[in-house]
């Protein structure tokens, strides 16, 4: 009897899974061109097949490539880095598309040991679009090495493919599922924020509509305030407490606003952001250091500050100081050691989401202060 | 004992006349001035200005000023603007040069962007240090506090951190990292501050 039951348990989530497996693969996709924020030649077209070869293997519905073509020659599309409302709008409406896959290529390196760093998004297409997924992989030939380097991977293609591996495979069991996954638990304190203020006002039951500005870039790495924008808005989207506005439809309409910011984001920069996309916060900042190494020799460097300005307050109520050296905390071995910037900022960024979240009023600060906000 | 008694007066005489020497080398105490009739519990918010970089790196004068914003937020006194907004009081100001302000720039900057004080601040040495084989990081940063109703300096304060230690010169080592030892500088500034 037992038996009986049990079985038909199993057989009800079996057809669970299956219905929603066939209504994922109804969903049609357009792929964009990968987008490059590595300023190094790269195989970008390699990544985009990857992509599209592992979706259409699992009976996925991918438009083709001469038709995205004359649809994006059509509305003249040449931003490849996200969507505007106008373009969502006629992707879904003119070739009946339901997502589009947006991957931005962060770090390519083809010298031994390789380095693939890359963050791809799906955003929704219609009147209102927004991220349904987003997922990030940041790999190094040398990342596990193992027993007489027999781990090492020596060859750029091969680590392409385990990253796609990744990338797809997140993908795929999003659209089966329609389930994202959520915090990662694995995260490391020595990345925490250096300096960190945090305002009563940022609540842990709050739900914001975040907006991430491009972050003001002074490092010597080209795309760096892009990357970390990137960064912000795959590590906020693991929390459940922050929409995130595409960057895509913020582009727009800051290019809309004639929005020029020399030296941060005003309060009549924020007043017209907040009004016109009905964001609460809007995340900004400055990245100092966003530094790779080529081969063996050298170590990542990631340094940035955050601002989070709020709508109804019209204060800042976070700001911060993070940096790393991927060689911070590893004293034998190169245990613990990270061998790209990528993988460290991720951990540096979701550190403020944890904070900004989860962490009580204290906040760290000045010794002589009472490190304690009033 | 005429002799003796003599003696002691010399010794005494000389002790005391190098005490006055020793006197007259020293500085006045301190690297500090704090107007004595300011009321800093009136100052709820200020501004930070850009600070004057007389380093070579040209992108040290924001790193530190982003230090210092967020560890003056940090402990709760203060609220500090965002620089943009700054930047937007500036060019509403016609502030000539924002490093330096005139005490009239700084009373129309205060009413623009509406606080009770601004900080200026200068890094005077940011990097590395050499001394034959050792090197090691410094970091050397003045600030000051104008009050915007009067355009009057209310609070001055400057700090040293790093540099090269006897430890350094006798093990190596290279010192501490830059980022450690301004958040070094910049706690001491604040300590001066609050204190």
Known sequence: ?374 | MGIIRIGSLLLRTSIFLALVLLMACATPSGDTYIDQNMDFGAIKTVGVMSFANLTRDTVVSERVRDVFINSLLSTGAVYVLPTGEIARGVARAEVQNPTALSGEEVVKLGGIIKVQAIITGVVREYGEVRSGTTSANIISLSLQMIETQTGKIVWTASTTKGGISILDRLFGGGGQPMNVITEKAVNDLINKLFK
């Open chain 1, 1 to 374: 009897m037992v038996f009986l039951i049990l079985s038909g348990f199993v057989s009800a989530e079996e057809i669970g899974k299956k219905d929603s497996l066939e209504s994922g693969r109804k969903f049609n996709i357009a792929i964009y061109p990968v987008e490059n924020l590595s300023a190094t030649p790269a195989p970008l077209m390699e990544i985009k097949q990857a992509f599209v070869e592992r979706l259409k293997k699992q009976g996925f519905h991918v438009l083709n490539e001469e038709d995205l073509e004359k649809f994006m020659a059509k509305h003249r599309i040449r931003y490849i880095g996200g969507i505007d409302r106008g373009i969502a709008k006629a992707f879904k409406e003119e070739i009946g598309i339901d997502g589009v896959l947006i991957t931005s290529l962060e770090l390519y390196s083809g010298m031994n040991p390789p380095k693939i760093a890359l963050i791809s998004r799906l955003v929704s297409t219609g009147a209102s679009p927004f991220i349904l997924w987003i997922d990030n992989v940041g790999l190094a030939g040398d990342d596990s090495p193992g027993i007489l380097g027999l781990g090492l991977i020596e060859d750029p293609k091969a680590l392409v493919e385990k990253a796609m591996k990744s990338m797809a495979g997140s993908l795929i069991s999003y659209l089966s599922t329609r389930t994202d996954e959520r915090i990662d638990r694995d995260l490391k304190s020595k990345f925490q924020p250096k300096i960190a203020y945090k305002s009563p006002a940022l609540g842990p039951d709050g739900k914001y509509v975040v907006a991430v500005l491009p972050f003001l870039n002074r490092s010597e790495r080209k795309y760096a305030g892009e990357i970390l924008v990137l960064h912000f808005i795959r590590q906020l989207k693991r929390f459940n407490h922050f929409d995130i506005i595409d960057p895509g439809i913020l582009r727009q309409e800051l290019l809309g606003l004639r929005v020029i910011m020399e030296d941060g984001v005003s309060l009549a920069n924020a007043d017209a952001i907040f009004a016109i996309l009905d964001a609460d916060i809007i995340v900004s900042g400055r990245v100092m250091d966003y530094q790779d190494h080529q081969g063996i020799w050298g170590k990542p460097k990631v340094d940035f500050s955050t601002v989070l300005i709020e709508r109804k307050s019209r204060q800042v109520v976070w700001g911060s100081n993070s940096y790393n050296e991927g060689d911070d905390g590893v004293f034998f071995f190169d245990r613990g050691r990270v061998n790209t910037a990528h993988a460290m900022a991720s951990q540096m960024v979701q550190w403020i989401g944890e904070k900004i979240l989860r962490d009580p009023k204290r906040v760290e600060g000045a010794k002589g202060s009472r490190g304690q906000v009033k």
